[in-house]
């Protein structure tokens, strides 16, 4: 279960305005050689309150795509604490879906 600070941690736009230059994922896209574009980022319809959720194997973007999802979200016409960001690890073996246990959600209201 995530306790507070964890979910403070994973929403620092809750608290700083410039969270974007210290955020991991997003530096790690900015120093990368080749950037690809996210159709899942760039074309979601952010009109339209919704749980966004991303799976897939580990190290594919997941995390670094809710990020820019939610740079954009941000940018354009919803308030920090709108903006939900979680990373869900799930331990279990029979909850897993094609082996992957972890799930990152995005959450837009």
């Not at 736009?13 to 080749?34: F, G, I, K, N, T």
């Not at 690809?36 to 319809?45: F, G, H, I, K, Y």
């Not at 941000?74 to 879906?97: A, C, G, I």
């Amino acid at each position: 279960m995530l306790t507070d600070p964890q979910i403070l941690r994973l929403n620092p736009w809750w608290m700083a305005s410039r969270w974007e230059a210290d955020d991991v994922h997003l530096r790690r896209l900015e120093a990368s050689p080749v950037q690809l574009a996210t159709p899942q980022v760039e074309e979601m319809d952010l009109g339209v309150p919704a749980i966004h959720i991303l799976r897939g194997p580990r190290q594919a973007g997941k995390s670094t795509d809710l990020k820019l999802l939610a740079r954009r979200a941000l940018r354009t016409r919803l308030e920090p604490r709108q903006v939900v960001y979680l990373s869900l690890v799930n331990d279990h073996p029979k909850m897993s879906v094609d082996g992957h246990r972890k799930m990152q959600v995005g959450l837009l209201a």
